[in-house]
């Protein structure tokens, strides 16, 4: 394929876009499809010869996409949002087609320096304090990050680092691995999975800071859970607080938590994967307060800042540190302006080494909705998960199961879990909405998740018309069943 | 920004992109800018109000273009190539667009099918035993990782859980962290320096294998580090072996290595980043022989397979080794074909949780180029540096440094480093082409590899004049400055 004829297939593919963002209401949100459909449609091995692409463009909807859950779709209320935005799309467009990569400044200058400067736009419109910035000449600043996970991952590696050096100082008679068999890093029990798999990664303990009934994990767990280790010899290094829980939004007490870590020598990490971008809206600020005791902080644009995957910001106050636990500077890699002081070679902040040109699509976001534009957005979900909740609260059959704070609903019917669980299949089984549950203590609970950009009023009042009406069909179903 | 303001905004950028690449051998290929150039360009923060799409359209020459390394120019001949093509674009904008997660198979079964039958068929075209495909009931598959660096500490930190776990069975009263301090990683001294980094994020010891005088690694030096390591009571566990090395794509001896590895219950991973995609010419499939002894392999098409980054394909003989290594599974992740065996979920495959639709870009660019399209881009590149070699073999001033296998020619100046230091500082002064050097021995090497799309015999004609016209006024210069 020539420029020419990208120039008519690409408008084409826009247009193909625009079509499926505009109609993706009428498409089912859950796909109806049993595993190894795929293979079943799709040729043993690729073809020899070239093939045209009309005859791939009319494939998507013949294999593709029977087999896509619509994460877009206004019925879409499981996990939490995916972003995603015309302006996002345009950006990631251009950055496909320059194609640089930006693992250091010299690779491409331009990929680098947006990236940092973003990060700065960024942290202002959440008022993170002055030494997450990089600034002209700041000790901190921000990076892009693929995924949540990669952030606490390097986050927990360069706390690793810090820890075992100081303690090799101390102590020169203890090897390496002699420290990291002692070090202990924490999360509330409520932490989403990847700590655990950081420290399993990291090679390092974990243990799980019991949280208190509001799902919330306090100082005082903490504080016992430190005495306790450090009686025993290990080596407490690593917290990770979360500022909205996967299951249920629920927010560790930073201002409790934060100077015991202080105060105990542990790094402090901020996950707010999913709650992060509230925080641009004044009204929501104050749930990152506290941030100002924290070695590192993330939150997810491609969650809820309407900037697509992947785009995870991460900040650090001291850059130092993220780099002194990784680098390594063959030749093929150095270039003339390495030791200036002045530049940042990302691929000193991250696990992989190749990079795209992720700023772009922060840039176009940021510009094209405004700050304005983007609260607005975050609003309107807060504001659709009230009304959700409200609904749930006059039916006398369901019960609430933490705080809406944001964009989450955790609710259930009242009565078992199994009851719950087959409650939860009926609705996805119609395939007209989609929900993904949690577990709260012993609890099985429905989670409902304001994701889509476009998702409206009528769309939550007719997921709930669904949900109420399966209740009582199933409600009818069940209770002979318990009798017998 | 509505569907409407897409479909024409869509189509401006799709003629941009067009524009750039039918244009881009006009660019200086190597940006003039000084560290700090973008922030003077920009405002210190955000916008409140929305910009349009003119005003951000129109800084993309402004402030983003001069900062740019055009790394799909024809003159661009440093690093490696970095795949870009007209399919592999059109795809990316219908995964944007489609923007779903595929972290399980139920998060969107397509991602995931079409993903396993894709390295399927990248698997057969370059002819991987049996063992490494997923088929209806395989125990080996693949996955598309982000980079080669995700591949190598993925596959590493699923080598140490197994060896961690059968040691601790045999005996059983060893801590974890007591098996940890005595593994140990192996790698030739010419690996890339992600495996040593792999290693330091692992926990693990890691130890170079000296490579022979063709810079390859050999099955007699890895055996001797394996019989003084183990005399010494260390555990050696891994050993990361390089097909086509980053600094001279020289091929480590897998023939004598795997034996040894599989004799020695190490785990074989290998790395073929860059000379990967040459294996799907049956010319060049001679290189991978051996592969058969290794757990785990590796490779780039968003190198040099015409798949836009990131796109790194790997695959494994055993997926439970992988899985094992890292399954975690709480309730909001879980779904009703988890344990059907049919079915992956690629969320314990690789570091990160989410996952974008990478595959069908693969789906793209495998169909519309056809086997036979991409095997005659190869054999270009390949053509197109022994070109170069005999351009460098018959001026004697200079040297060839290691053998021209693939598209990569490592030369220098007969001289001195420094000579050769400021050589290439005088050849990238000019921007006009782009070389990153390299370390062989003692001696500092130019590296020429052929990397664009739509390079061709005149572009490599036309940098060669330029190289040795630069040659003749430095060795000018040089030689009083020798003498004074």
Known sequence: MDATEFRKRGKEMVDYIADYIETIHKRPVYPDVEPGYLRCLIP????????????????????????VTHWNSPYFF?????????????????????????????????????????????????NLPEEFLAGRDGEGGGVIQGSASEATLV????????????????????????????????????????????????????????????????GSALQKALDEDKAAGL???????????????????????????????LW????????????ICPEFRYLLNGVEYANSFNFNPHKWLLINFDCSAMWVKKRSDLIGAFKLDPLYLQHNHQESGLITDYRHWQIPLGRRFRSLKMWFVLRM????????????????SHEFEQLVLQDERFEICSEVILGLVCFRLKGSNELNEEFLK?????????????????????????CSRTVES???????????????????????????
Not at 157 to 166: G, I, P, S, W
Request: glycine residues 6%.
């Open 44 to 67: 043993e091995s690729a073809p020899q010869e070239p093939e045209s692409f009309e005859d791939v463009f009319k494939d998507i909807e013949r294999i593709i996409m029977p087999g």
């Open 78 to 126: 499981a996990y939490f949002p995916v972003a995603h935005s015309f302006p996002a799309l345009l950006a990631d467009i251009l950055s496909g087609g320059i194609g640089c990569m930006g693992f250091s400044w010299a690779a491409s200058p331009a990929c680098t320096e947006l990236e940092t400067v973003m990060l700065d736009w960024l942290g202002k419109m959440i």
């Open 155 to 218: 986050s927990l590696l360069a706390a690793r680092t810090k820890t075992v050096r100081c303690f090799q100082l101390e102590n020169p008679e203890l090897t390496e691995s002699d420290i990291m068999g002692r070090l202990v890093a924490y999360a509330s029990d409520m932490a989403h999975c990847s700590v655990e798999r950081a420290a399993l990664i990291g090679g390092v303990k974990m243990k799980n800071i019991p949280s208190d009934d509001k799902f919330i994990a306090r």
């Open 426 to 450: 009926n609705i996805n089984d119609t395939k007209k909405i989609h929900l993904v549950p949690c577990q709260l203590r012993e609890k099985f609970v429905l989670r409902f998740a304001i």
């Open 235 to 265: 080596i407490p290094f690593f917290f990770c607080a979360t500022l909205g829980t996967t299951a249920c939004c629920s927010f560790d007490k930073l201002l409790e938590l934060g100077p015991i870590c202080n105060k105990e020598n």
């Open 458 to 484: 009528n769309h939550v009042q007719l997921a709930w018309q669904l949900i109420t009406k399966l209740a009582t069909e199933l409600l009818k179903a069940w209770e002979p069943k318990q009798c017998q």
């Open 369 to 384: 909705y405004g700050v304005k534009g983007l609260q607005e957005h975050i609003r309107q979900h807060v504001k659709l």
């Open 268 to 279: 402090l990490h901020i996950d707010a994967a999913y709650a992060g971008s509230s925080f």
